[in-house]
């Protein structure tokens, strides 16, 4: 692991941590998931997906992404769900820089290895897989392990300066931050 990973996942673990246990998205991992509380987990992750995945395409770092974001669109669809309808998070993180769009590509696409870890379970418990219901865990059709690859490569080539790698830091904390406030608010929100 090169040190512009290293530093990012240490600078991420504690709050990322706390995500793993957050109330509405703790079913993902649960044996006893209900139908409702997967279409919750879901809804939730396309209010914080969807508005990052925009800002980043605004900054040119959303190439592929958008393919990532339509699987989790048609898997609500499939579950009964109008993405269009759902609520979204405001309030990001400024993604105004190179090393922050990087940081947060890096968190996006972490989480799609974490969703294929929960493939097994959700597919034992609710009968949904990479064909239908869950494709945006699976990430049905993607190459993210070749994604991550070149991200990673990227990690260590953009963010060797210091500040470069300080301000992907932070905005890797802010981001999980803000979706730390968002699955609260949505907790509340049920």
Same mark, same amino acid.
């Given at each position: 692991m090169g040190p512009a990973r290293q530093a990012l996942r240490t600078a991420t673990r504690a709050i990322h941590e706390r995500l793993d246990?957050?109330?509405v998205l703790q079913p993902l991992v649960r044996s006893d998931i209900t139908p409702q509380q997967y279409v919750r987990a879901l809804a939730v992750l396309?209010?914080?997906n969807a508005p990052v995945e925009r800002a980043l395409d605004r900054g040119g770092e959303g190439a592929g992404a958008?393919?990532?974001?339509?699987?989790?669109?048609?898997?609500?669809r499939v579950l009964g769900a109008d993405p269009g309808a759902l609520p979204e998070m405001t309030g990001l =993180?400024?993604?105004?820089? =190179?090393?922050?769009? *990087?940081?947060?590509?890096?968190? *996006?696409?972490?989480?799609? $290895?974490?969703?294929?870890?929960? *493939? =097994?379970?959700?597919?034992?418990? *609710? @009968?949904?897989?990479? @064909? $239908?219901?869950?494709?945006?865990?699976?990430?049905?059709?993607?190459d993210m392990v070749g994604a991550w690859k070149a991200l990673m490569a990227r990690l260590e080539v953009e963010l060797a300066d210091p500040a470069a790698l300080a301000d992907a830091c932070d905005t890797a904390v802010a981001l999980f931050a803000a979706l730390e406030r968002w699955t609260e608010e949505q907790r509340a929100a049920v």
């Amino acid at each position: 692991m090169g040190p512009a990973r290293q530093a990012l996942r240490t600078a991420t673990r504690a709050i990322h941590e706390r995500l793993d246990r957050a109330a509405v998205l703790q079913p993902l991992v649960r044996s006893d998931i209900t139908p409702q509380q997967y279409v919750r987990a879901l809804a939730v992750l396309y209010g914080f997906n969807a508005p990052v995945e925009r800002a980043l395409d605004r900054g040119g770092e959303g190439a592929g992404a958008a393919a990532r974001l339509e699987l989790l669109r048609d898997d609500l669809r499939v579950l009964g769900a109008d993405p269009g309808a759902l609520p979204e998070m405001t309030g990001l =993180p400024p993604l105004d820089s =190179p090393a922050a769009r *990087l940081a947060a590509r890096y968190v *996006l696409d972490g989480s799609a $290895h974490g969703g294929r870890a929960m *493939l =097994p379970g959700i597919k034992r418990a *609710l @009968g949904f897989d990479g @064909g $239908h219901g869950a494709c945006f865990l699976a990430s049905d059709g993607l190459d993210m392990v070749g994604a991550w690859k070149a991200l990673m490569a990227r990690l260590e080539v953009e963010l060797a300066d210091p500040a470069a790698l300080a301000d992907a830091c932070d905005t890797a904390v802010a981001l999980f931050a803000a979706l730390e406030r968002w699955t609260e608010e949505q907790r509340a929100a049920v």
